[in-house]
Every structure is written in C-alpha cells, then in structure tokens.
C-alpha cells in the first residue's frame, strides 16, 4: 500500500533494517534502500516513496539538510530520523523541518515498525481530509453550476431580464456578465449516445467538463458559462472579456471545434453536434440564443456530428471517405447543379438568402430553386440531393470573421 525508504551509511545497520522488521506489518509493501542522502533523493525521484526512515550523520548531505529537500519538493512523504546523539539542536531543528519522529539510537524494531505504521495511518487520514475538501469544493461548484444555469435560463432563453440581485448573484458564481459587453455563444446538442462507453453522466457533470474543456482551449485561469437550455442540449456563452480578446477567444474555439468533439465523444461517449455564432453585444444574448435555435432546426434531419459555424445560410457540405463532389451556392447568384463551379462526380447545391438555385441550369435571383433552400428563408433543405454522400456532414463555413 505504502512505499519505504531506508537510508543510512553504515551497511551493518541498513541491511538490518531492511531485512529484521516485518514491514508488511505496517502495510509497506515496497522497501527501499540507499547508502546516502544523494543516492536517496535519486531514489525519490524515480519513484513514489511515502515514509522515510534516514540516520542524521552521514557523508555529504545530512540527513537532516535532506529532510528540508523532501519537505519542499514531497511534502506529504514522512520522515522518521535516526540519531546516535541527544543533542538539543538536532531535536529541534528536525521539528522546525517537519520531521514525523525522532528517534535516538539505538532504537528497537519494535518501536520503529510502530512510528512507521503511525506515519502510514497519517498519511492516509490525510489523503481522506483532502478527498473530503475535493467533493466539498465539487458540490459547492455544482451547487454555483446550478444557480448560474438558472438565471442563464431565466435571461437567454426565456427573455427575463436580470436584476441588480441576478447580476451580484451571477458575479458570485464565477459568471462574468456585464450588460454593456459582448459575448458569443454555441450550442451542443446530444446526438448518439456510444452504448459501450460504460454508465450515462449527468447534465451537471456534462456541464462542468464542458465548462473546463473549453477553458483549457481559451483561458486556463478562467471558466466560461455552460447550462442546459432543454434535455440533450448545452449552451457556452463566453462574456467578460474585450471584445478583441473575444474575437481571439471564438477564433480559438472555431480552430479547435473538431478536437472539442472528439474530446466529447470519447470522454462522455456522446457524439455532439456543434454550432457556434460570432461575437455580438450582450445586450443581445437572447436574440444570439435564438439564431442558435434556429440553425439547429433546420440541421435536425441532416447526419448527427454535425458542426455548425456562422455563415450568412452558406453551407459547405464536407464529405468522409470518397467524396463524389459538393458545390457552394455564391452570393446573390444561380448555380446549376450540373453545370457549376464545382465538378465532382455527383452534385450538391446550397443556396444563400436571395440567392436561388436550379437542378438544371443557374438561374437568376427570383428564380426557381429545386435543388436546396435556404435556412433563413423558411425552405426546407432537399435532402435527396445529399442521397450520395452517406458519410457526409454539412459545416456552415463562417462568412466573415
């Protein structure tokens, strides 16, 4: 369970340490040994040691110069010191250390076996005192996870505006929201659940890994806000900051959005959909909020996985595998699924608001459009002419950046 350190000059004595004391019985089941302070620490550094149990005089390095070492670099390693003197000075210095007993020579087996049980049952209360600590602060974050997705809910979604109260309330709960600032959003919806990934997590926990995900991408000193506007949905708004660090921070977030995804589906065992908007006052959460909603509806039938960016209604259709081809409606323009720009094998055509497309042949603005219509129009996306592409995902390439 624990792992001992024997350290001392004189052969003689080392070699009966190591082999009279039943260590085991003090549930140190790895023992080590080292000849000197020098040979010790390299000892420590290669691998985890719990208790130490070093004579005072040796060559070079004390036992009690190497003590403060391993305070300062292991401090929950305890040390037993050995000394053939009672001088006073020793005593005290190895208690200004933070030595855990010391011990005058020479000492019995038995009274040393029982200092290092001892030292093995404190350090085991102490790794409980620290679990304690850990799931306390966790519960506390959970609980301020909970609040901040409550007033989140209450504003983005259902349009109520915060309070002086909410404001103090949020500012408590890590969430850095001022009315005047900017912001941007992005959603991540639930789509597959992998059924060998194991047990299924909680929105809390799926809140929360979001949340440090994302933060080790932008900012690792700092946690944007995650909350979950409906069942198997995720909202990230990240606030708080100048709107030129914001902008870095969606760029940021945008060249990583494949890597977040992944991140998601083999952590959690979700493959998510992802779609992200630009950086807008936030004034304007709500109506941001909603933009979200709305792309999302019109990405309902398409495959799961999808990744979502804003685009002015332009759609890029990225295929896996073999792509037989796609093709881009431009602005303002026709294009003609089979006589367009593009020329794979196979055709696809998105089109932009005001923009109209034919199976056949480009048409003008005002024209016909058989092939696909735009989100923002109200059309439904055909999604026979993606028939081709098993495999495909459709990626809102961002217009301006």
């Known amino acids: 369970m624990y792992n001992l350190l024997l350290v001392d000059d004189e052969e003689s004595i080392l070699d009966g340490l190591y082999k009279n004391v039943e260590w085991e019985d003090a549930e140190m089941t790895g023992v080590f040994r080292a000849a000197d302070s020098e040979s010790a620490l390299r000892v420590m550094e290669s691998n985890r040691i719990d208790v130490i149990v070093t ?11 190497m003590s403060a070492v391993v305070r300062g670099r292991w401090p929950m390693t305890k040390i037993i010191l050995l000394s053939g003197h009672r001088e ?19 000492v019995s087996y038995s009274g040393l076996l029982d200092s290092v049980r001892r030292a093995g049952q404190a350090i085991g209360e102490e790794l409980r005192q620290v679990g304690v600590l850990l799931k306390a602060e966790e519960r506390v974050r959970a609980a301020s996870s909970l609040i901040a997705e409550r007033l989140l809910t209450r504003w983005i979604v259902h349009g109520i505006p915060l309070s002086g109260e909410d404001l103090a309330l949020a500012g408590s709960c890590g969430l850095r929201i001022a009315p005047e600032g900017s912001a941007f959003m992005a959603m991540f919806r639930l789509d597959e659940k992998d059924e060998d990934h194991g047990a299924t997590v909680d929105y809390t926990t ?6 440090d995900l994302i933060a ?8 944007p806000a995650v909350f979950s506007d409906r069942p198997g949905s995720f909202i990230l708004l990240v606030a708080g900051e100048p709107e030129p660090l914001l902008g870095d921070m969606r760029r940021r977030f945008e060249s990583a959005v494949d890597a977040i995804q992944e ?3 083999k952590t959690l065992g979700w493959l998510c959909t992802i779609i992200w908007g630009r950086v807008e006052p936030l004034s304007q959460a709500g109506k941001s909020y909603q933009e979200l909603v709305k792309r999302e509806k019109t990405q309902l039938l398409m495959e799961p996985g999808a990744l979502i960016g804003p685009g002015n209604g332009r759609y890029a ?6 792509a037989a081809g796609d093709a881009n409606a431009g602005l303002g323009g ?20 005001g923009a109209s497309t034919d199976a056949n042949a480009g ?6 459009n058989n092939a696909a219509s735009d989100a923002g129009s109200g059309g439904g996306l055909n999604i026979e002419s993606l028939s081709g592409y098993p495999d495909m995902r459709i990626l809102a390439q961002s217009g301006q950046r």
């Open 334 to 353: 026709g294009m003609s699924a089979g006589a367009g720009a593009n020329s794979g094998s196979g055709a696809n055509a998105g089109a932009d608001s």
């Open 263 to 265: 991140s998601f589906r």
């Open 55 to 65: 004579d005072i005089r040796m060559p070079g390095l004390s036992g009690l110069e």
């Open 216 to 223: 080790g991408i932008l900012a690792d000193d700092w946690r």
């Open 317 to 322: 259709a990225r295929a896996s595998g073999k």
């Open 88 to 106: 006073f000075d020793y005593a005290r210095n190895a208690l200004e250390i933070g030595v855990f007993a010391y011990h005058i020579k020479p």
């Open 206 to 211: 799926i809140s929360l890994f979001l949340s």
């Open 363 to 368: 048409a003008g603005s005002g024209g016909s």
